[in-house]
């Protein structure tokens, strides 16, 4: 059973810093494209098995996206914070594909809630 657990959500203020985190188990495939998803909807940022890492322009430049294999950890460090970063963030893992072009079997977690005030 596949299962992604997400932390590192907060308050802060604009300007500020966090990083998430998205433990990964139960994933045996060597193949993969996982990403972050802010409100269900807009895809933040994303990272393939083949090395591609894709951000959406309103993150550009600020957020990060990394994965620790030897923990089975997918990161997503936040710079640079604004208030419209406000919102639930989901970590999302796609069995096939390439960095903003993910597709195949979805899994998902429960997501961990940023709040950036102004």
């Known amino acids: 059973q596949v299962q992604l657990v997400e932390s590192g959500g907060g308050s802060v203020q604009a300007g500020g810093s966090l990083r998430l985190s998205c433990v990964i188990s139960?994933?045996?495939?060597?193949?993969?494209?996982m990403g972050w998803v802010r409100q269900v909807s807009e895809n933040v940022a994303s990272i393939s098995s083949d090395g591609t890492t894709t951000y959406s322009d309103s993150v550009k430049g600020r957020f990060t996206i990394s994965l620790d294999n030897a923990k089975n950890t997918l990161y997503l460090q936040m710079n640079n914070l604004k208030p419209e970063d406000t919102g639930r963030y989901y970590c999302r893992l796609l069995s096939g594909g390439s960095a903003g072009n993910c597709y195949g079997r979805t899994y998902g977690g429960r997501g961990t809630q940023v709040t950036v005030s102004s």
């Open positions: 139960g994933y045996t495939s060597s193949t993969y494209c």
